[in-house]
């Protein structure tokens, strides 16, 4: 740390740091840039890392991982929390007419694999987990009966009373077979919403169109479920009104007879999986209870999670002589033992439970959209890229030039990640960030 302030550059390596926003493990690039007039051939202006201190670019890592990187996490969330909230009052391309479109905020969630621990509460006091009088015992010994008021941050929340019991196959899988649950729940709904409104598909596409965003979130015992934001339009999307007869009441009903509907079935072990019997479907509105800032940082929130709540990994794990490596509690340890054990077998293969072990068998994305919902991320990291560009006009350090007349050359290279533990504590200071505990790679 010494050392890094004694630098000539430390002004400049301090610059870096800044504008990665506190960035805990910056991707550290080499390389360079070049300028030239494409009529003449001239060179115009170059950038080289050479000059830079460590003869680096450090650049922000850009995970949406809360637990790897909070600033950057910070960023993800940021971003879906205006792509959500623009699909319900308008903004970044979307007209404010949107706001008159009827719109659901539903929930989907899982079945049940077993009885777990929970938090109950009612009228603002703290309820007994499973307090049964005349409480069954297992197979295996133990009494399913839990008296506990458990408090918010119990690490027994979410695990199964009994662990021989509880349903470790089904939980995996149904994690692996939520996203085709959810896209034939979409298919379901439509084919419901055209049969309500007495139309065919086609005719229902010509009048219609049913918008979504939707995020997944892990409960405590391991499973996710999805919250979604589901909106009707008309034919071009949200530009358009929808039709009179398209009531936010029709929707709820195709919404509540789709999700009992569907199911998966994971063939090679003859089980069949649907969602939970749990759905809970209320209206959006602009002044109610359910607003749609609400709702947007809701599903914001959950974008950068994952399933650091059950206590799991990160990061990928392969093999479970790896996986004895890890102080996990013994019900994270379970599931994704759970799935290495059925990503062995060749009829699971498409299932891809061994590269998704450390997300319990979920490999879908996170947050998603349909296409006409309301802007998309790439367009927002461009609006805010284009904003960085011309600051870098104006103070200088990027030359203007017409950009039909100039041919940009660039060469980059990975040349590590990560901060050494001095500069770790140094980047703190600057940005005012949490010191990263574990150490980063100081490549």
């Given at each position: 740390?010494?050392?890094?302030?004694?630098?000539?550059?430390?002004?400049?390596?301090?610059?870096?740091?800044?504008?990665?926003?506190g960035?805990?493990?910056?991707?550290?690039l080499?390389g360079?840039?070049?300028?030239?007039?494409?009529?003449?051939?001239?060179?115009?202006?170059?950038?080289?890392?050479?000059?830079?201190?460590d003869?680096?670019?450090?650049?922000?890592?850009?995970?949406?991982?809360?637990?790897?990187?909070?600033?950057?996490?910070?960023?993800?969330?940021?971003?879906?929390?205006?792509?959500?909230?623009?699909?319900l009052?308008?903004?970044?391309?979307?007209?404010?007419?949107?706001?008159?479109?009827?719109?659901?905020?539903?929930?989907?969630?899982?079945?049940?694999?077993?009885?777990?621990?929970?938090?109950?509460?009612?009228?603002?006091?703290?309820?007994?987990?499973?307090?049964?009088?005349?409480?069954?015992?297992?197979?295996?010994?133990?009494?399913?009966?839990?008296?506990?008021?458990?408090?918010?941050?119990?690490?027994?929340?979410?695990?199964?009373?009994?662990?021989e019991?509880?349903?470790?196959?089904?939980?995996?899988?149904?994690?692996?077979?939520?996203?085709?649950?959810?896209?034939?729940?979409?298919?379901?709904?439509r084919r419901?919403?055209?049969?309500?409104?007495?139309?065919?598909?086609?005719?229902?596409?010509?009048?219609?169109?049913?918008s979504?965003?939707?995020?997944?979130?892990?409960?405590?015992?391991?499973?996710?479920?999805?919250?979604?934001?589901?909106?009707?339009?008309?034919?071009t999307g949200?530009?358009?009104?929808?039709?009179a007869?398209?009531?936010?009441?029709?929707?709820?009903?195709?919404?509540?007879?789709?999700?009992?509907?569907?199911t998966?079935?994971?063939?090679?072990?003859a089980?069949?999986?649907?969602?939970?019997?749990?759905?809970d479907?209320?209206?959006?509105?602009?002044?109610?209870d359910?607003?749609?800032?609400?709702?947007?940082?809701?599903?914001?929130?959950?974008?950068?999670?994952?399933?650091?709540?059950?206590?799991?990994?990160?990061?990928?794990?392969?093999?479970?002589?790896?996986?004895?490596?890890?102080?996990?509690?013994?019900?994270?340890?379970?599931?994704?033992?759970?799935?290495?054990?059925?990503?062995?077998l060749?009829?699971l293969?498409?299932?891809?439970l061994?590269?998704?072990?450390?997300?319990?068998?979920?490999?879908?994305?996170?947050?998603?959209?349909?296409?006409?919902?309301?802007?998309?991320?790439?367009?927002?990291?461009?609006?805010?890229?284009?904003h960085?560009?011309?600051?870098?006009?104006?103070?200088?350090?990027?030359?203007?030039?017409?950009?039909?007349?100039?041919?940009?050359?660039?060469?980059?290279?990975?040349?590590?990640?990560?901060?050494?533990?001095?500069?770790?504590?140094?980047?703190?200071?600057?940005?005012?960030?949490?010191?990263?505990?574990?150490?980063?790679?100081?490549?």
């Amino acid at each position: 740390m010494i050392t890094r302030l004694q630098d000539p550059n430390y002004d400049r390596w301090a610059h870096q740091i800044k504008r990665t926003g506190g960035c805990r493990q910056p991707i550290h690039l080499r390389g360079k840039v070049e300028h030239y007039d494409r009529a003449t051939g001239r060179l115009l202006h170059r950038y080289s890392t050479h000059t830079e201190p460590d003869g680096v670019l450090r650049v922000a890592c850009k995970t949406r991982r809360a637990s790897r990187c909070p600033a950057c996490a910070e960023t993800y969330r940021a971003d879906t929390y205006q792509l959500v909230r623009a699909g319900l009052v308008g903004g970044k391309g979307v007209p404010e007419t949107v706001a008159a479109h009827p719109a659901l905020f539903v929930t989907l969630t899982a079945p049940s694999f077993g009885a777990v621990h929970v938090r109950r509460e009612k009228n603002g006091k703290v309820l007994p987990c499973h307090a049964r009088r005349d409480a069954e015992t297992c197979p295996h010994g133990q009494v399913m009966s839990c008296t506990s008021r458990h408090a918010a941050d119990d690490p027994r929340l979410g695990e199964p009373l009994c662990p021989e019991c509880y349903d470790y196959e089904g939980s995996v899988l149904f994690n692996a077979v939520s996203p085709e649950l959810w896209r034939r729940f979409t298919e379901a709904l439509r084919r419901r919403f055209a049969r309500i409104s007495e139309l065919t598909m086609r005719e229902l596409r010509e009048q219609l169109t049913i918008s979504f965003a939707k995020v997944a979130e892990y409960q405590r015992r391991g499973v996710v479920h999805f919250h979604a934001v589901i909106r009707l339009d008309g034919p071009t999307g949200p530009a358009s009104p929808p039709p009179a007869w398209a009531t936010a009441d029709a929707l709820e009903q195709a919404v509540q007879h789709a999700a009992g509907a569907i199911t998966v079935e994971v063939e090679p072990l003859a089980r069949v999986f649907r969602w939970g019997a749990q759905l809970d479907v209320r209206p959006i509105t602009m002044n109610g209870d359910l607003t749609e800032q609400a709702v947007a940082a809701y599903i914001a929130k959950y974008a950068t999670k994952a399933a650091e709540c059950v206590g799991t990994l990160d990061r990928r794990i392969h093999t479970l002589d790896e996986l004895a490596l890890y102080p996990l509690r013994e019900h994270a340890h379970r599931l994704i033992a759970e799935c290495l054990r059925l990503g062995a077998l060749d009829d699971l293969a498409d299932l891809r439970l061994t590269q998704w072990a450390h997300m319990l068998g979920f490999r879908g994305h996170f947050s998603t959209k349909s296409r006409r919902y309301s802007t998309t991320l790439g367009a927002l990291r461009a609006a805010r890229e284009e904003h960085q560009r011309v600051e870098e006009i104006t103070t200088g350090r990027l030359p203007l030039f017409d950009e039909d007349t100039v041919l940009v050359i660039t060469h980059w290279e990975y040349a590590g990640k990560g901060l050494s533990l001095g500069d770790q504590l140094l980047a703190a200071a600057i940005t005012r960030t949490p010191l990263l505990v574990e150490g980063g790679d100081p490549s």
